[in-house]
Each structure stands twice: as structure tokens, then as C-alpha cells.
């Protein structure tokens, strides 16, 4: 029988992240793509409980069934899990999305929401992204590394709740130089909320902000993407910091 692979992103549907992905995805097996119907970007690990969630039927074949839901990259995820998948997918998959998930972005990405709720769900995931906002990304280079991860983790798994946060450069000569396991860097979002007025003399406020990364050593996901190199950093639900985990101890226990 051949893998099951669950697909989402927090793009929407339509996405050509996506599509790219649906592509790949389905030289290795089955495809269950379950994404929202709408842009969900920065979701992060959000669900959605208070009103009742809606399912589209966009495509079936053979193979290949796609369903876009009214709700959070995360409620995809639960909801084709439990309702939508004939069996318990061997991957799940996220992205790939436009627009940078390395360093703190993973904390706000609904990409990434979706892949460690699968790793929690007891399932292999991998999300994917490229640095290029861009709407009409070329995936072209993208597309073997791709192809290489998926089929490194179907072969040999990973570890019980770790999932892979994969990033893509974009090259000024279209050339990617290879792959880095390493390290989400240290960085950081400087927001700020810029107050304007509607018609009605009404004020509103709209998120601006600049990203600020002062941590590029050659370990870093941030260094890897700066140099052409796709970043792969493993990614677990455990918030813990264990190196601090004695020291707090020694202050608070008792």
C-alpha cells in the first residue's frame, strides 16, 4: 500500500506553495490535502472554538483528494486527521509557504502550527518555506530538496515529537549550494502599531515592524539562508530549557 500524505499551509488553497507541494508529494503516494479557505498566516498554533467549522470538496481522483476548511492551519490538521483521512498518513506536510518560517518566525508561523500538531497528533511532519513573499514564487530550485527530505524522513523517520522546519534560500544566481541541519537563531520582530483614521474620524491600527537578527553565527538557520543553503532545523512542542532547568530549581524548589 502506498504512504498517506496529509497536506496543509497556511497560504490558502490556492496557493502555488502548495500546488508545488501536492506535486512532490504525490510521487511518493497517496494525498490528502486539507488547507484553509482562506489566508491564515501567522495562526500559529491557534484552533478555532466557538462557531462550527465548514469543509469545501475541491477535488477527488483516485490518489488525490482536496478539501479547503473555513479555520486555522491547525483545525486542518485535526480535522482531516480524524474525519477526512481513510488511514493514519505516514507524513504529514506543510507549506510550502511565501514568506521566511526560520528563527523567531516559527513562533508565529501557521505553517509550522500545523506540523507540531501533527508531531503531537504521533505523526512524521515536515513544514516548508522559502524566503520570497512573492505570490508568484518560482519553487524550480526548491523542488529537489524537496523531493531528497521527504523521502530521507519516509525512509527513516524521525524522532517521537520532532518535526523538521525547512527553509529555502533564494539565490541572486538561482543556484542553492546544499542543505544545513542546524540551530533556530536568536532574533527578534520590533513591532509597532501605527494609529490611522477611518471616514469616520475613527481610529484604527495597522502592525508594522522590522526584523532584527544579531545572531548569524555559521550554526544558525538565519546563516545558512544568508549563504544559499536550505536550513533544516529539528523542531519540538517542549518548551523547556533545560539548561536553566537546575539553576531555577536551586531558587524555587522547596
Keep these: 500500500m502506498k504512504p498517506l500524505i496529509l497536506i496543509t499551509n497556511d497560504d490558502s488553497y490556492e496557493a502555488r506553495g ?3 507541494l501536492i506535486e ?6 497517496d ?3 486539507m488547507a484553509p479557505m482562506y489566508n491564515a498566516s501567522g495562526y500559529s498554533h491557534s484552533f478555532t472554538a466557538m462557531r462550527p467549522l465548514r469543509v469545501r470538496e475541491l477535488h477527488q481522483e483516485p490518489g488525490c483528494s482536496i478539501y479547503a476548511c473555513d479555520g486555522t492551519p491547525v483545525d486542518c490538521i485535526k480535522l482531516a486527521h480524524e474525519h477526512y483521512c481513510p488511514r493514519q498518513p505516514e507524513l504529514v506536510l506543510s507549506g510550502i509557504n511565501h514568506g ?3 528563527s523567531i518566525n516559527v513562533l508565529y508561523s501557521g505553517t509550522m502550527g500545523a506540523v507540531v500538531e501533527a508531531s503531537v497528533l504521533g505523526m512524521q511532519a515536515i513544514g516548508f518555506s522559502t524566503i520570497d513573499h512573492s505570490p508568484e514564487t518560482d519553487f524550480t530550485a526548491a523542488v529537489p530538496f524537496v523531493h531528497r527530505i521527504i523521502g530521507e524522513v519516509l525512509r527513516n523517520g524521525l524522532p517521537n515529537l520532532v518535526s523538521l522546519n525547512v527553509n529555502f534560500p533564494v539565490p541572486a544566481n538561482g543556484i542553492i549550494k546544499g542543505m544545513r541541519v542546524c540551530r533556530q537563531a536568536s532574533a527578534r ?3 509597532s502599531y501605527e494609529k490611522r483614521m477611518d471616514p469616520q474620524g475613527r481610529p484604527y491600527y495597522w502592525i508594522t515592524g522590522r526584523f532584527e537578527c544579531d545572531d548569524c553565527s555559521p550554526d544558525t538557520d538565519q546563516w545558512a539562508l544568508q549563504n544559499d543553503y536550505v536550513s533544516i532545523v529539528p523542531t519540538t512542542p517542549d ?5 536553566a532547568l537546575q539553576q531555577m530549581a536551586r531558587r524555587f524548589d522547596g
Excluded at 239 to 243: A, N
Design 31 to 33: 494525498v490528502v490535502v
Design 239 to 243: 518548551f523547556t530549557d533545560f539548561k
Design 100 to 102: 521566511s518560517n526560520a
Design 18 to 20: 502548495i500546488r508545488t
Design 189 to 191: 520582530w520590533l513591532d
Design 24 to 29: 512532490v508529494a504525490r510521487s511518493f503516494g
